[in-house]
C-alpha cells in the first residue's frame, strides 16, 4: 500500500514538474535560447512581462497579443506564443473579448501545426491505455469548458482533452477528504455540510496564488457569519507555510497535504484552483487559475452567497 501511494506522489510530481517546465520556457531563461525571428522576439517580450502589467493594461495586451500572433507564420515558435499566452491569460479577469481571442488563435495555431499525442505518464503504460492528449489541446478544452470560450477545432486530441476535463470534474463532485491546519486541528469535508466551503489550492511560490490571497482573506471575513469556510490547501511543509501565513495575517484555515494526496483526488496540476461547494455538498463553482473578488463573489453566489451592495 505504501509502494502504491508513493508512486501516485511520484506521479503527480512528475506532472507538476513538466507543467512548470513547459511555463518556464516560455518565461525564463529559455527564451533567451530560443532563435525569435524579428516579428517574433517583440511579441515574446511582451508575453514575459505581462505579469508586471496593472490588470487594466494587461487585458487590452493580452488581447493585442493573441490578434499578433495569429498573424505569424505558422512555426514552432507561434506555437510556443500561443500556448504561453493562454497559460497566463486565466490569471484575473481580463474580459470575455480577450479570452475569446486567446482561444481561437491558440485554436487556429493548432490546425496549422497539429501536435502529436504525448507520452504516457506511467512508467509502464498499460498496452490498451488511451494515450494523453498534448498541453496545448488541453489548455484549449480548459478554455472552452471554464472561460466559456467557443473553439472550432475537428480534432481527435482535443476531443480527448475535453472528455478527460469531464472525468476530472465528475471526481470533484464528491469530494472527501481529511486534512491538519497548521495547529493540528483535523478537517473533514463532511464535517462541514451546511456551510458553504470554498477549497483553494495554493503555495507560497506561485505568484497568483499570493495575488488573490487578501481578496480570500476579505470574503472569510465578510461571509464567515453567514457559513463561509475557506480551506487553503498547501502540499509544502508546515516550516515553509507557517511563516507566509503568519506574515500575511491568513486566518482561514491553511491546511497541509503534503502527500498530496487531495491534490491527488480534486486532479490538481496548476495552481492556484478553487472549487465552491453549497450547503449540501454539491459543486457549483470551479476556477482554473486566479480570480478577482469580483469573480470569487460571483462564484459564491452560486452557493447562494450574495454581497448587500444597499
Not at 510530481?13 to 525571428?37: D, P
Not at 486541528?185 to 489550492?201: A, E, P, Y
Not at 509544502?236 to 494526496?261: H, M, Q, S, W
Amino acid at each position: 500500500m505504501n509502494e502504491v501511494r508513493t508512486r501516485r506522489q511520484l506521479l503527480a510530481l512528475a506532472v507538476m514538474l513538466t507543467v512548470f517546465s513547459l511555463c518556464g520556457q516560455l518565461l525564463t531563461a529559455q527564451r533567451k535560447e530560443i532563435a525569435w525571428s524579428s516579428e517574433e522576439k517583440p511579441l515574446a517580450d511582451q508575453l514575459h512581462g505581462l505579469r508586471s502589467l496593472a490588470d487594466d493594461v494587461r487585458a487590452e495586451t493580452t488581447k493585442n497579443l493573441a490578434l499578433k500572433i495569429r498573424q505569424l507564420p505558422a512555426t514552432e515558435n507561434k506555437l510556443r506564443l500561443a500556448y504561453g499566452l493562454a497559460n497566463l491569460s486565466t490569471e484575473g479577469d481580463f474580459g470575455h473579448a480577450a479570452l475569446q481571442e486567446v482561444a481561437t488563435t491558440l485554436a487556429d495555431t493548432l490546425k496549422e501545426r497539429p501536435l502529436p499525442w504525448a507520452q504516457q505518464k506511467d512508467e509502464q503504460p498499460a498496452k490498451d491505455k488511451a494515450p494523453e492528449p498534448a498541453s496545448p489541446y488541453v489548455e484549449l478544452a480548459s478554455l472552452v469548458r471554464y472561460e466559456h470560450v467557443d473553439a472550432a477545432l475537428d480534432n481527435d486530441q482535443y476531443r480527448a482533452a475535453l472528455a478527460r476535463l469531464e472525468a476530472d470534474d465528475r471526481k470533484r463532485e464528491h469530494a472527501e477528504f481529511s486534512l491538519k491546519d497548521l495547529t493540528r486541528k483535523t478537517w473533514t469535508f463532511s464535517d462541514l455540510r451546511g456551510k458553504v466551503v470554498l477549497v483553494n489550492f495554493w503555495a507560497t511560490w506561485c505568484p497568483p496564488c499570493r495575488k488573490e490571497m487578501p481578496d480570500l482573506e476579505a470574503l472569510y471575513t465578510q461571509f464567515a457569519s453567514q457559513g463561509l469556510v475557506i480551506l487553503g490547501i498547501s502540499d509544502e511543509e508546515a516550516a515553509k507555510v507557517e511563516p507566509f501565513i503568519r506574515e500575511r495575517k491568513v486566518t482561514f484555515p491553511v491546511l497541509l497535504d503534503p502527500g498530496r494526496d487531495v491534490n491527488t483526488m480534486f486532479v490538481v496540476g496548476g495552481i492556484p484552483k478553487s472549487f465552491v461547494y453549497d450547503r449540501e455538498g454539491k459543486l457549483v463553482a470551479q476556477s482554473i487559475d486566479m480570480r478577482t473578488r469580483e469573480q470569487f463573489l460571483e462564484m459564491l453566489s452560486k452557493a447562494g452567497l450574495k454581497e448587500n451592495r444597499n
